[in-house]
């Protein structure tokens, strides 16, 4: 009987796979099209708008939770970074990039 072959561990998070903006550059790339700067960028504000969204469900559940628990301030604006400026960034951060890189011309060196 065979095994099956296990496959390597993939080094992209399950996160960044569902930023709409990675999904359209990839393809973008591989299929060799230069978007335009509009066509580059939407995606990227969709995405700024669907985690906007989504971590706004979560602000008063977390502030709850924190006055809750009884953190002091320092905590409570530790917890709040940890639940949403720094997902929110890092949403930002790999959008940009992915869009920047579906419009990326290489210039021919001589």
Same mark, same amino acid.
């Given at each position: 009987?065979?095994?099956?072959?296990?496959?390597?561990?993939?080094?992209?998070?399950?996160?960044?796979?569902?930023?709409?903006?990675?999904?359209?550059?990839?393809?973008?790339?591989?299929?060799?099209?230069?978007?335009? #700067?509009?066509?580059?960028?939407?995606?990227?504000?969709?995405?700024?708008?669907?985690?906007? %969204?989504?971590?706004?469900?979560? #602000?008063?559940?977390?502030?709850?939770?924190?006055?809750?628990?009884?953190?002091?301030? #320092?905590?409570?604006?530790?917890?709040?970074?940890? %639940?949403?400026?720094?997902? %929110?960034?890092?949403?930002?951060?790999?959008?940009?990039?992915?869009?920047?890189?579906?419009?990326?011309?290489?210039?021919?060196?001589?």
């Amino acid at each position: 009987m065979n095994a099956p072959v296990p496959r390597p561990a993939s080094t992209n998070c399950c996160a960044t796979k569902v930023i709409i903006s990675r999904i359209l550059a990839r393809k973008r790339i591989k299929a060799g099209i230069r978007p335009s #700067f509009k066509a580059a960028w939407l995606p990227v504000a969709v995405d700024v708008v669907m985690i906007s %969204l989504l971590l706004a469900m979560l #602000f008063l559940p977390a502030v709850s939770l924190s006055i809750v628990m009884g953190l002091t301030l #320092f905590w409570r604006i530790l917890l709040l970074m940890v %639940l949403i400026y720094a997902p %929110l960034q890092i949403v930002i951060i790999v959008s940009t990039i992915w869009a920047v890189r579906s419009r990326w011309e290489e210039k021919d060196t001589k």
